[in-house]
């Protein structure tokens, strides 16, 4: 066991920080550590990532390295209340089996902090450390940052911003200095790695955690009606999956705010929902950003990504798609300023009973006022295309062929994939896929791939098909499901190396170093 006089973090954090409606900020490296000063502070406790302790005082220093002692020296006994490292300290970037208690009967910096009762000790896990009982894990894959997040987490901090752990080759200048000794010393491209790991962390833990720079939490605001609330939350499981901040989701439904209905029913919305992207800034309180979806979406990337993406002058950004789709251009993906722009629904609806506007002008130029730019990269909103890697959102356009109502799409495989984690992990219930099988909004053999585990319907057997005989979608008649020996086999393949040893191995081996 650990000496009395060296306890572990989540001792601290039970005596010195017992609730957990704290607000904990997280200081890197990185360039927007440089923005600090544009904030007040004070509401925060400080955790401090490695040199970053020598430029002001924090409550939390939190050190990986032991060669980060060295560097920093007198700047831990003055600006730190306490000093927090893995058991087992890196040394030179690696896995070192000398313990913290050996290390501070060797530095005396370290016998000091924990001579004062300053210096204490966690879990690392993830790079060759075994767990010493009695203690949580924290795990670790590419960077502190990620670590500092899960270890503030863990301890029931609810609320996490950052400055400083950024993306990108750089650090703030600041930390000049050390571009030469410590950037990237890991062998990693850049430090965007780590937004994998904290996107999990965020999912697993329900942290809500953002840079203090932008704009929190990512609103998503999703046309839908009740018939599509199961594609709606594996939408939502997908972007949590992939997303390094806190995003909320609003089914735009179920905001309460009536649409009134135009009188020349050449004016008729299309679709249950086709107006309910002008509710977004009513919705949203006339302030701050918004971002509207369809419901028949999944995630890919990080979201974030396209939250920061800046306005400039503009109301309205919207996918920049290419000609050779050959579809009229899309208003899907939109982000939306909610305090500029000046949608009213009873306003628009107003307009289309003047003839001052037509539903074609309305859905297809968003005539209904704010300037439009199409500055979102098209990846953004990739009509049924799926290129791994490269795609950041799949719209499943084709009403027939949509994964929850059609066994036969060709990326059914994904979004059922995303649907049997979100199952597992508890994020949704097989029940609340059985409510919507009762009530026809989805097919019957969706319950069969998550009670036999099966996340490509193309490997359903013929019994579990059979259950979709006479399913009708809400909204179109479908054709029957056919199956070829070669698609099958494919399928096969694909689910055999889903997960498996030659994937792990694959995407070890491409990663960036």
Known sequence: MPPRDLPDVFSWFAEHDRTSATLWLILGKGPSFAKRESFDLTQYRLLSLNHAVRELPVDLAHLIDIDVVDAVGEALLTNAGAVVMPWHP???????????AEWAERKPILARLRDEGRLLWYNLIGTGAAARPGSPEVLVKYFSGEAAVNLLATAGVRTIRSLGVDGGTRYSGTFKDLAGSTLLANGRSSFDKQFDRIAKIILTTGVDFAPLDVEAPIRVYVACTESELVPVKVLEYSLMK????????????????????PMDPRNHARTPFSFQRFL????????????YLDADMQVFQDFRELWTTPMDQAEILAVDEPIETGRQPQFSVMLLDCERLPWSIDEIIGRLDRGELTYERLMYEMAAGGRVTRTLPAKWNRLERYVEGDTGLVHYTDMETQPWVYADHPFGYLWCRDLLEAVKTGFTSAAFVREHVERGHV??????????????????????????RGFRAPYTKLGAVTRNPAKKLKALLRHWYHGSLAQRVHRRLSEPR
Do not use: F, K, N
């Open 90 to 100: 890196h040394q030179d970037q690696a896995y070192c089996h000398t313990t913290l």
């Open 242 to 261: 992939h997303t390094s901040m806190t995003v909320t989701v609003t089914p735009l439904y179920q905001t309460g705010i009536a649409v009134p209905v």
């Open 280 to 291: 977004i800034p009513q919705a949203a309180g006339r302030r701050g950003l918004g971002v």
């Open 443 to 468: 097919r019957p053999s969706l319950l069969y791939q998550i009670e036999h585990g099966i996340d490509d319907p193309v490997l359903l057997p013929a019994r579990a098909l059979a259950l979709d």
